[in-house]
C-alpha cells in the first residue's frame, strides 16, 4: 500500500479516529511540515504514542518532490515541475507582483510585493479545449487532496503567497471532492489562506457550480467563456456539448444570487474565431444582467497543436472598446509573463518528451474592485 501525504485530511482524520488520536495534533504535524518538509515523525515533539506508530506506518510528510525549478527572465515568473508519488508531473507557477506600480483609478497604489501561485487539479484534463495544449495530453489522473495541498507547501519555500488560483492543469471541477478539501486545508491553520484570495477557474461544470458556493463560500468564481454563442464554443471546447450556454448562464444567475459575488469572465483572443466586433457585442448582451469583470487573455501558438492565430493587437483594443463603453463591463486584457519559460497561459503540457508547464494571468486581487 502507497503511504498517503499528511495532507490527505480524509484519510489522515479517519486514521486518527480509529487510533484514538485526538485531531487537534493534525495542525501541529502540519506547521512542523510546513517549516520542514524532510522531517522525521519523530523528530516532532510531544505527539501521542500512537501517533508516531501511524504516522510511520501510513503517511509521508510530502508525497511529492519538487524535480526542478525554472525562472523567467523578467524576474517576476517561476515555475515548479513536481514529480508525484506515481511518477506523474504536475507544475505550479509562482507569479510575483508589485502592487506599488502603476496607478489605480488615476491614483498611485498603495501595497507592495505578492505572489500568487497557479496550481493543477488533475494529471491531463478531459475537457480537449482545442487552444489549449493540456487539452492534447487527454485526462490521466486527479490529484488527491494531499497532492494539490503541497503544492502550495512547495511553492511557499520559494515565496510567500498570498493568492491561489485553480487555473493550472486539469479542470478543478472535475475533481470535485479533492478540490473542496483541498481549499478547506488551504484555508485552515497553519495555511490559513483567506477564501477571498482563492480563485476557481472551470470551463463550466454546470452541476458542480450550483453546490460550489454552500460548499466553498466567499471564494472567487472564474469562468472560460471563450466564445459568446453555444455553436462557436462547441466548436473550440467540445465539453461545452454537455453544458449549454443557456444552462451555464442560469447556473452563474443562481450563483452570483447565493453570492453576490463578482464573476470572472475569462476570454481567449482567437484571431477570426471570436475576436470580431460582432462578437463583442455578442457577449456584452449575454453579460449585461451579470455583474462580471471580463479578462480577454492573449492566444499564446502551441505549435503544430493548433491552427488558431493571435488577435491583433487592434481587435482586442476595439472588442474592449465596445464592452467597456457601450455594456459598461470592465475588462481587463490579461499580462503574459514567463513566456521564456513555456509559462504563457494555455501552454500547459507535460510528456515524456517535454515536460514543460505553467499558466499565467493577471493577478486576481487586480480584478476584485
Given at each position: ?311 491583433s493587437e487592434a481587435s482586442v483594443k476595439c472588442f474592449q472598446k465596445v464592452l467597456r ?45
Amino acid at each position: 500500500m502507497a503511504f498517503r501525504s499528511i495532507f490527505d485530511i480524509t484519510h489522515l482524520n479517519s486514521e486518527f479516529q480509529n487510533a484514538g488520536i485526538n485531531p487537534q495534533f493534525i495542525p501541529i504535524i502540519w506547521k512542523h511540515v510546513i517549516q520542514n518538509p524532510e522531517i522525521k515523525w519523530d523528530e516532532i515533539q510531544s505527539l501521542p504514542s500512537a501517533a508516531y506508530k501511524l504516522l510511520n506506518s501510513k503517511f509521508l510528510p510530502l508525497s511529492s518532490t519538487l524535480h526542478s525549478v525554472s525562472h523567467s527572465t523578467d524576474g517576476v515568473t517561476t515555475k515548479l515541475l513536481i514529480k508525484l508519488q506515481n511518477g506523474a508531473f504536475v507544475e505550479a507557477v509562482v507569479m510575483r507582483y508589485d502592487t506599488r506600480l502603476g496607478q489605480y483609478a488615476g491614483k498611485p497604489r498603495s501595497g507592495g510585493l505578492r505572489s500568487t501561485l497557479c496550481v493543477s487539479s488533475q494529471v491531463g484534463c478531459k475537457m480537449g479545449c482545442k487552444f489549449c495544449a493540456t487539452g492534447s495530453m487527454g485526462f490521466k489522473s486527479n490529484l488527491s487532496t494531499g497532492e494539490i495541498v503541497e503544492q502550495l507547501v512547495h511553492a511557499s519555500r520559494i515565496s510567500k503567497i498570498r493568492n491561489i488560483v485553480f487555473m493550472g492543469m486539469g479542470e478543478p471541477l472535475n475533481n470535485y471532492s479533492a478540490l473542496v478539501e483541498a481549499v478547506r486545508v488551504m484555508t485552515k491553520f497553519p495555511f490559513q489562506m483567506s477564501p477571498r484570495r482563492i480563485t476557481i477557474s472551470t470551463v463550466g461544470i454546470v452541476h458542480a457550480i450550483n453546490k460550489l458556493h454552500s460548499d466553498l463560500p466567499n471564494l472567487n468564481l472564474a469562468v472560460s467563456l471563450h466564445a459568446p454563442v453555444q455553436e462557436i464554443r462547441c466548436q473550440i471546447m467540445p465539453a461545452a456539448r454537455a453544458f449549454p450556454l443557456e444552462k451555464l448562464m442560469d447556473a452563474l444567475h443562481l450563483y452570483q444570487k447565493n453570492s453576490q459575488q463578482k464573476i470572472f469572465i475569462e476570454y481567449i483572443m482567437l484571431d477570426g474565431v471570436n475576436d470580431e466586433e460582432q462578437h463583442a457585442h455578442l457577449l456584452g448582451k449575454l453579460l449585461q444582467t451579470l455583474e462580471v469583470v471580463v479578462n480577454l487573455i492573449p492566444f499564446n501558438p502551441i505549435g503544430s497543436l493548433s491552427k488558431f492565430s493571435t488577435s491583433s493587437e487592434a481587435s482586442v483594443k476595439c472588442f474592449q472598446k465596445v464592452l467597456r463603453e457601450q455594456y459598461n463591463i470592465r475588462t481587463t486584457v490579461r499580462k503574459e509573463m514567463g513566456q521564456d519559460i513555456s509559462g504563457a497561459c494555455g501552454q500547459l503540457v507535460v510528456s515524456q518528451q517535454d515536460k514543460r508547464t505553467a499558466a499565467v494571468l493577471t493577478d486576481i486581487e487586480d480584478l476584485r474592485f
